[in-house]
């Protein structure tokens, strides 16, 4: 047994770590990450979704919560569920807007980037749960994957805590200020403020139309956020995310977990092929204007240091084909391409089938060239169109 530090705050918080070890190089960090928490005498809630190691893990933490939902949300659920997303309900924050030429600016809302948030939150919901019943005053969100800091984790909890007091603050939450959102991975907040809050205590992780008519589409950042807010407009201490990082652990945010140092790494032949399917993201979808209908391609390289070339382009409805022009996608760098080919209203009705996307996929670091495929039902195509409608005033 550990002793305690001389440290108030000490005894009235619960560290929430948020994991997926699904592998013996993870279980290995994690026990390392533990270990390090209860040598300070911290407590510790490990909730996750994976049964992985379990034995050893529930060795080194006070609480730990096993959830076997793991429910990632899919694009389907998504388009289906689309008819919950009403102008004043959705959140446009983490956006990315895009122009159409004769159509205007169209908003592409990305939730296939973060499939699964719904997963995620809830293992803070557990976290939070066990914490309001055994009375735990402030409980800190801690993401798995984080190194161990320079100093000791106690500290963190004093001085940060004893600021968020003297301020009158009840969430402190660190704010990437070069992006303009924060960061899920480290907060602290007041217990309460999460347990009352009538949109964060819902029965949202159940099903889709749950999920999706609370949060409509808001992002996992997003949500911590807003909960947070919800004790006020004043209510939440923002810390930017890099000096946080430099001042306790000695690195930047992109240096500091373990799948920011794996994925940082030069790609191997193998990697390539995870890299382009993780990092290129596509949007094929119809559109309607002027009676005509049409598609819409959008492409988004989400990666901060690999670039694609795609080439052999090729969209494919009904018996019409059309070429795409090749381009590079640069790092955050987005594509677009639309076309009037599917017809006008009176004759949408009488087509079936899909829309085709075919494409290469080169890997500028590397030599691995491969083919990536997409079909969208047209006879989704109204349901894309209300997910796509919104523009920006």
């Given at each position: 047994m550990?002793?305690?530090?001389e440290n108030?705050?000490i005894d ?12 013996m190089?993870?279980?290995?960090h ?5 270990l ?5 005498g ?8 994976c ?5 050893k893990?529930a060795?080194?933490?006070d609480?730990?919560?096993?959830d076997?939902?793991?429910t990632?949300v ?7 569920c ?10 446009q ?14 908003s ?8 699964h948030?719904r ?5 803070i919901?557990?976290g ?5 019943r ?10 798995y994957?984080?190194?161990?800091p ?5 500290d963190i909890?004093?001085?940060q ?16 200020k070069?992006?303009?959102f ?19 205590s819902s029965r ?18 997003e949500?911590?956020?807003?909960v947070?807010?919800s004790?006020g ?25 373990l ?5 940082g790494?030069?790609p ?26 049409g598609?819409?391609l ?19 409805i009904?018996e ?24 006008d209203?009176?004759s ?30 047209v ?15």
């Open positions: 550990y002793p305690r530090m108030k705050y009235d918080s619960l560290v929430i770590v948020g994991a997926h070890q699904d592998s190089e993870k279980l290995s994690t026990m390392d990450m533990l390090s928490l209860k040598r300070s911290i407590n510790v809630c490990f909730v996750t979704h049964n992985y190691g379990l034995d893990i060795e080194a933490c609480y730990l919560i096993f076997s939902n793991n990632f899919n694009d389907y659920e998504l388009i289906n689309c008819p919950l997303f009403k102008p004043e309900g959705i959140s924050r983490w956006s990315n807007w895009y122009s159409v030429p004769n159509l205007g600016l169209f592409s809302f990305m939730a296939r980037h973060a499939p948030q997963s995620a939150l809830s293992l919901k557990n939070i749960n066990l914490a309001s055994n009375n735990y005053e402030w409980t800190i969100y801690l993401e994957d984080y190194s161990q320079l100093v000791d984790f106690g909890i004093k001085d805590i004893e600021d968020m007091v003297s301020e009158g603050k009840d969430s402190l939450l660190l704010m990437r070069n992006e303009g924060i960061s899920g991975g480290f907060s602290i907040y007041r217990t309460e403020i999460f347990q009352q809050n009538e949109m964060f949202w992780e159940k099903d889709s139309i749950s999920w999706f008519g609370t949060f409509r589409n808001m992002f996992f950042e949500i911590i956020e807003a947070a807010c004790g407009e004043d209510s939440v201490l923002y810390r930017d995310e890099e000096e946080f990082f430099q001042k306790y652990w000695g690195k930047s945010g992109r240096e500091l977990t799948y920011k140092a794996l994925t790494k030069s191997s032949k193998d990697f390539s092929r995870i890299t382009a399917i993780e990092y290129l993201k596509y949007s094929l979808f119809p559109y309607k204007a002027d009676g005509k209908y598609v819409v959008a492409c988004y390289n989400i990666s901060d240091h690999i670039s694609f070339r795609i080439s052999s382009s090729t969209l494919k009904s019409v084909e059309i070429k795409i022009p090749d381009f590079i996608a640069e790092p955050g760098s987005w594509f677009t391409f639309h076309d009037q080919v599917i017809g209203i009176d949408i009705s009488e087509l079936n089938g899909h829309l085709h996307l075919e494409f290469d996929v080169k890997n500028l670091e590397e030599d691995y060239v491969h083919r990536i495929c997409q079909k969208v039902p006879s989704d195509i109204e349901k894309f169109w209300l997910l796509r409608r919104l523009t920006k005033e």
